[in-house]
C-alpha cells in the first residue's frame, strides 16, 4: 500500500499496490501493523455501508465527541464520490481546514482520516458506495456535525449538491 500524507496532519490517501495475472488482481486494502508504523490508529471495530442512489447526494459532515472520537478507513466500492476531511482539532496548525479526495471503484483508492475530523462526501456517480471501518462503535449521544456548506471552511463542492437530509442541514456553522 501506498500512504500518501494530505495537507490535514494524521489523514492519508492510500492507494493499493495490486498484484495482477491472469485471474485479475489482489491488494491489500489496509494493514492494521503498516497503520501501526506510521502511528495511525487501525483497531477498527465497526464497518458501515452508505449506499446512495443519486448522483450529487450529500452524506455529512459528521463527527463522533470525545470520548467516542473514531478514526475512519473510507472507500468508495461502486461509482464515486468526493470525500472531505475536515480539521476539528482544538491546536491543530490546520484547525478548520479541508481536503477533499475522490474515491471511486476505479481508483480503489482509500483515505484514512484521524479523530477530530468532521467527514463527509458528495456522490459523483448515480448507485454510489461507500464502505468505511470505524475504530469506535457508533454512540448516537456523541454524534456531532457541521454545516457542509459553512462559510468558514469554504470548501468547494465539484458538482451541484441535489440530496441532503434534513438532519444535515440543521447542523450549527463551526465557528471555530
Not at 492519508?12 to 508504523?37: K, M, N, S, T, Y
Not at 463527527?63 to 461502486?78: G, I, N, S
Not at 484547525?95 to 458528495?122: K, Q
Not at 459553512?150 to 465539484?158: L, T
Request: aromatic share 10%.
Amino acid at each position: 500500500m501506498i500512504y500518501s500524507a494530505t495537507p490535514i496532519p494524521g489523514a492519508f490517501v492510500i492507494d493499493l499496490e495490486p498484484r495482477r495475472d491472469h485471474r485479475g488482481l489482489f491488494a491489500r486494502a489496509w494493514c492494521r501493523a503498516d497503520g501501526a508504523a506510521r502511528g495511525l490508529n487501525m483497531d477498527f471495530v465497526q464497518s458501515n455501508i452508505g449506499v446512495s442512489p443519486q448522483r450529487g447526494t450529500l452524506r455529512g459532515l459528521h463527527y463522533q465527541a470525545v470520548p467516542h472520537a473514531e478514526c475512519k478507513l473510507v472507500r468508495c466500492t461502486a461509482g464515486a464520490v468526493f470525500d472531505v476531511v475536515v480539521d476539528l482539532r482544538v491546536g491543530s496548525p490546520t484547525r478548520g481546514r479541508w481536503v477533499g479526495i475522490e474515491l471511486s471503484a476505479d481508483n480503489r483508492r482509500a483515505a484514512f482520516l484521524p479523530e477530530g475530523t468532521a467527514h463527509g462526501y458528495l456522490t459523483l456517480t448515480d448507485n454510489a458506495e461507500v464502505v468505511y471501518e470505524t475504530t469506535r462503535a457508533y454512540a448516537a449521544d456523541a454524534a456531532r456535525g457541521v454545516r457542509f456548506d459553512d462559510p468558514s471552511f469554504g470548501i468547494v463542492w465539484p458538482t451541484p449538491i441535489l440530496v441532503v437530509s434534513e438532519a444535515d442541514r440543521k447542523w450549527p456553522d463551526y465557528g471555530g
